[in-house]
């Protein structure tokens, strides 16, 4: 054998060990990377619709009304994040968020969820004074509710949104909705006028407008649960949301139906 010969082996063993070694890590680097990638560590905040009120089965989380039939808690389970923070709570507006539910957000948060601004503009009031009130009482009050929607709730909105990037700079933020409430026309005998119902799913369209907006204006996603809710309305022949009923905490909130087939749906379409 040449030396020529004995230095072309030598050059080929060497670039083949060399080639092996950069696969091993380059395979290592891709495994790590898809680990870290698995690594989700999610954080649900915000109000009732978050935390599952009217859904049953709410453990020990007291009067935050935490339900294990919530969509938060059935996305958790269906993906297995590394790390999980339920924070949402029953009757929470945006002040609420920002001095009670943040302290759950770190650098290492990846995703967080939440509903939050139906409180903050009187959501209870309104089906109040449509329940006792005549139609354009009713009328009259949701329309109040829309100008609080347009002209102050933008501004809570920003500042829980910006809050929210600040405590959890690389997570994904993503915003849910509410559904409308009533199946026009519906199966329903007796109870709210067609008037008042029109008037308090316009009402919450104009809620999901708003919310839309400034979610898009932070860069965060905006899960709208509007279209899996349709033909599951008050009225409709297959409920997902409760009307008035005991406890009264409970009332106008989804059922463990329209958690599981309404909520979760959006928020899986969001994230993959």
């Known amino acids: 054998m040449t030396a020529r010969s004995r230095s072309s082996r030598s050059f080929t063993r060497m670039f083949a060990a060399l080639g092996v070694a950069a696969l091993a890590t380059l395979g290592a680097g891709t495994t790590a990377s898809a680990a870290e990638e698995a690594a989700v560590n999610y954080v649900a905040l915000g109000d009732s619709y978050s935390a599952g009120v009217g859904a049953g089965d709410y453990g020990d989380s007291g009067s935050c009304k935490r339900s294990a039939n919530a969509y938060p808690q059935l996305w958790a389970n269906a993906n297995s994040p590394a790390s999980f923070e339920f924070a949402a709570c029953l009757g929470a507006v945006t002040d609420d968020v920002l001095s009670g539910q943040l302290g759950a957000l770190n650098a290492d948060t990846s995703l967080v969820t939440i509903s939050i601004g139906g409180n903050d503009a009187g959501f209870v009031d309104v089906m109040i004074d449509c329940t006792l009130s005549n139609d354009q009482g009713c009328v009259d009050r949701v329309a109040e509710a829309k100008a609080f929607a347009t002209s102050e709730l933008p501004g809570r909105l920003d500042n829980v949104y910006s809050q929210i990037k600040s405590k959890a700079p690389n997570a994904d933020l993503v915003v849910l909705n509410y559904p409308r409430f009533y199946e026009i026309g519906g199966s329903c005998n007796g109870g709210?006028?067609?008037?008042?119902?029109?008037?308090?799913?316009?009402?919450?369209?104009?809620?999901?407008?708003?919310?839309?907006?400034?979610?898009?204006?932070?860069?965060?996603?905006f899960a709208d649960v509007r279209t899996n809710f349709a033909g599951h309305g008050i009225c409709s022949e297959d409920w997902w949301l409760r009307s008035v009923t005991v406890p009264v905490d409970e009332s106008y909130h989804p059922n463990a139906a329209g958690q599981s087939g309404g909520y979760l749906p959006a928020l899986t379409g969001v994230t993959g």
Do not use: C, F, Q
């Not at 067609?194 to 809620?207: C, F, P, Q, T």
């Open 192 to 221: 709210l006028s067609d008037v008042k119902r029109e008037a308090i799913n316009s009402g919450a369209d104009a809620l999901s407008e708003v919310t839309s907006e400034r979610a898009s204006a932070a860069g965060a996603k």
